[in-house]
């Protein structure tokens, strides 16, 4: 079984606040997508990453792939509550064709 | 674009009951999925289609469970007999093949009672 693991699981802080989520596998990801989910509504994809080492920015979100093409991060910058909502990765593992695998989620909250 | 269209968007059905979830994906894309998700498992892959054909059902929970794709703009998620248990959001998504997008529906909330 493949495993995603996200962490942390919650995460509850004040706008401005800078803070990180990282995606975890022991397996190798042919490529790493992250999304966003809000309540009510289906994830909605932020950003896709292919290359070990790749950083992408979107705005005040920069996604990270690790060398290894095992792991990823997301960090975002001076958050703002419109930041709000539910973080997952999923991966593509080498061989699976379209199949994604979905992390656990990381449900962020920001407060004024 | 109006994007993968489901429904209903919510339904309540009394266990045994069979349930029937629909989505209309988006015009020319030919990879469908049906996503389960709850708090305690996530979002998981039940079945995925390629250019209609069923390609991966092994996250299908069990017997109860069954999907179609009958054309390129329409498929079925069916329940019987449904159980508390199967209690989750259902989303479909649709893609194109290879070019690594996914797009997602609102989602069908089944709460069985």
């Known amino acids: 079984t493949q495993l995603l693991e996200q962490s942390p699981q919650f995460l509850s802080i004040q706008e401005g606040e800078n803070l990180t989520v990282y995606c975890n596998s022991s397996?190798?990801?042919?490529?790493l997508q992250w999304y966003r989910q809000e309540p009510g509504e289906g994830p909605v994809l932020l950003v896709t990453?292919?290359?070990?080492?790749e950083v992408k920015k979107l705005k005040r979100l920069t996604f990270q792939f690790g060398d290894a093409r095992k792991d990823s991060s997301l960090h975002i910058t001076a958050a703002q509550p419109g930041d709000t909502g539910l973080y997952l990765c999923a991966g593509l593992y080498t061989g699976t064709a379209s199949k994604l695998t979905f992390g656990t989620g990381t449900r962020l909250q920001v407060t004024l | 674009d109006a994007g993968v269209i489901q429904s209903p968007r919510h339904e309540v059905t009394e266990m045994g009951q069979e349930v029937t979830l629909r989505c209309k994906p988006i015009?020319?894309?030919?990879?469908l999925f049906w996503y389960r998700q709850t708090m305690m498992r996530g979002l998981e892959l039940l079945i995925y289609f390629n250019n209609n054909v069923p390609i991966d059902d092994s996250g299908m929970p069990e017997d109860r469970f069954s999907a179609k794709m009958p054309n390129a703009s329409f498929s079925t998620l069916k329940i019987q007999p449904s159980e508390p248990r199967d209690s989750a959001v259902y989303f479909c998504a649709s893609s194109l093949a290879g070019t690594g997008t996914t797009f997602f529906g609102q989602g069908t909330r089944l709460t069985v009672v």
């Open positions: 397996s190798v990801f042919s490529s």
């Open positions: 990453v292919v290359t070990g080492g």
């Open positions: 015009s020319g894309h030919n990879s």
